[in-house]
């Protein structure tokens, strides 16, 4: 008999977290598990996508405020309603309404997943965050981190027992990289000419990725390179004030903000080299699918990164804020193309070997199976 189990995330709007649910949803062996989605806010345009793939996603409209009673009363009820066998959030919303509603419905296992937001928990303000989720860790099975380093993080911080805590490293969505446009085709789109070079980067723009720093080392960058295009792909509550940045560093015709796009193979099919300028990641997914398609990457050393970025090899790391390192390392690989080619090669076989997405499904139900069997249900 099929076994029953729910995702839950607060939203599938456009993330690492619900790239990764897209990956698992289309890997997972659908003949072992009758599968639910539930969102508590809102579907998402990643919820949308996961009914394009035949799933139904369930959406309960409350807030997943922290302490919302009503939340995880409502919550409850949709979980005992469903008798699942498995009960799988994301983020740390979610997790907190999963766990203890999951709990009283009495689930068997209940799995979270963490994916970089341990690193709040070193501000004072943020205490209340590690004792709330060490004590729901106690009715957690499984919590599942992206990169070694944030389990390493879970259980020093959060004083988390380590048997507790399963590393499953993030990976690429094969099937988004299987149909791409041609590149003529996507530079037309953008407005760049085949002459003209392109670096790019990949994410929300918000504080905590950092894009500034990017656009002070591209500002130094183009004074060697003129030809040269910048390519800020994705959308949020920064991109005026890094749209007024640009124009302040004389760069703005040189910059091309795109807005939320899912062709992300497309686009990064055009960079020539792709760049990241966080200070905080976990695992970001943009950079393991920049290495799938061979681009060179230049990247900050923070996080989980260099965990799968092994510097002046599959990858350059610099030291987050330094613009002029990061510049420094991007026009190392824009003087010496044959560097450049070798670097985006390593990185591609990192990928192809270690990054895959029937790695990712096939651990994850490894996991279930693992836990099915202790619980006595399989």
Do not use: W
């Not at 839950?8 to 993330?15: E, K, Q, R």
């Not at 497309?266 to 681009?295: C, H, Q, R, T």
């Not at 990712?360 to 279930?368: F, R, V």
């Amino acid at each position: 008999m099929k076994k029953r189990l729910l995702f839950l995330h607060s939203n599938l709007d456009i993330g690492g977290a619900a790239m990764m649910r897209l990956t698992a949803l289309r890997k997972i062996d659908r003949s072992k598990y009758d599968i639910k989605i539930c969102c508590l806010v809102r579907k998402g345009r990643l919820g949308e996508e996961a009914e394009k793939m035949g799933y139904v996603v369930d959406i309960l409209q409350v807030s997943d405020a922290l302490y919302n009673i009503f939340t995880t009363f409502k919550l409850f009820r949709y979980i005992k309603r469903n008798r699942f066998a498995i009960v799988q959030s994301s983020l740390f919303h979610a997790n907190f309404h999963a766990r203890i509603a999951a709990r009283l419905a009495a689930v068997p296992i209940i799995i979270t997943e963490e994916h970089g937001e341990h690193y709040i928990f070193k501000r004072l303000k943020f205490v209340p965050f590690v004792l709330v989720d060490r004590t729901l860790s106690l009715i957690t099975d499984r919590i599942i981190c992206c990169v070694g380093q944030m389990k390493e993080s879970l259980v020093r911080i959060e004083h988390i027992r380590a048997e507790k805590v399963e590393v499953i490293t993030n990976a690429v969505d094969e099937d988004n990289f299987s149909n791409i446009r041609p590149k003529s085709e996507v530079r037309a789109e953008l407005g760049v000419g085949d002459d003209f070079r392109l670096i790019g980067t990949i994410g929300t723009l918000r504080i905590d990725k950092a894009q500034h720093v990017l656009l002070r080392a591209f500002s130094e960058i183009i004074k060697t390179f003129p030809d040269l295009n910048l390519l800020v792909v994705g959308d949020g509550p920064l991109r005026e004030n890094l749209q007024n940045t640009a124009r302040d560093l004389g760069i703005a015709k040189r910059v091309i903000f795109t807005g939320h796009r899912l062709d992300v193979a497309d686009l990064l099919n055009v960079m020539d080299i792709f760049v990241l300028s966080s200070k905080k990641e976990g695992l970001p997914l943009p950079l393991l699918e920049a290495m799938y398609m061979g681009i060179p990457c230049v990247v900050p050393r923070i996080g989980g990164i260099p965990d799968v970025v092994e510097n002046g090899q599959t990858g350059y790391l610099f030291e987050f804020p330094d613009h002029q390192e990061l510049s420094n390392r991007v026009l190392q690989l824009l003087q010496d193309r044959q560097l450049a080619l070798k670097m985006g090669q390593a990185g591609r076989e990192k990928a192809q070997k270690d990054l895959t997405s029937g790695r990712y499904a096939g651990q994850l139900m490894q996991l279930y199976e693992r836990l099915l069997i202790k619980k006595g249900l399989n």
